[in-house]
């Protein structure tokens, strides 16, 4: 129903580089949120690396990862997921987009 709502919304998609990029900050929000609660809650086992993080249930702030990216990254300008799943497609673009933060993570403990 939505299939050219969801093409025109990845015809103005930033760079893979600058989704990566935004995605990586929206992570480590979450990461810097989750660690602080854990000090503040003296649970200092729960503190966890960006890596870790990324491993986590809610990376972005949600469960379903693949949704959460489509959200953070704006390309749901419309709202559309309020009433229906996205495509496959385009969760598997996300995820894509997921896997390169894992790699941009891996970078930065070199």
Avoid: C
């Avoid at 809610?58 to 959200?71: D, E, F, W």
């Avoid at 953070?72 to 559309?80: A, E, F, I, Q």
């Avoid at 309020?82 to 891996?106: N, T």
């Amino acid at each position: 129903m939505y299939g050219e709502y969801w093409k025109e919304a990845f015809n103005h998609r930033m760079d893979s580089y600058w989704e990566v990029d935004r995605l990586e900050m929206v992570l480590k929000g979450y990461l810097y949120d989750h660690n602080r609660y854990a000090e503040e809650t003296s649970q200092p086992s729960d503190i966890m690396t960006p890596l870790e993080f990324w491993d986590s249930k809610r990376p972005y702030g949600n469960k379903n990862i693949a949704l959460s990216i489509v959200y953070n990254l704006g390309w749901d300008y419309k709202r559309v997921l309020m009433k229906e799943d996205a495509p496959e497609w385009v969760k598997e673009a996300a995820m894509r987009l997921h896997d390169l933060v894992k790699i941009e993570l891996e970078k930065q403990v070199e």
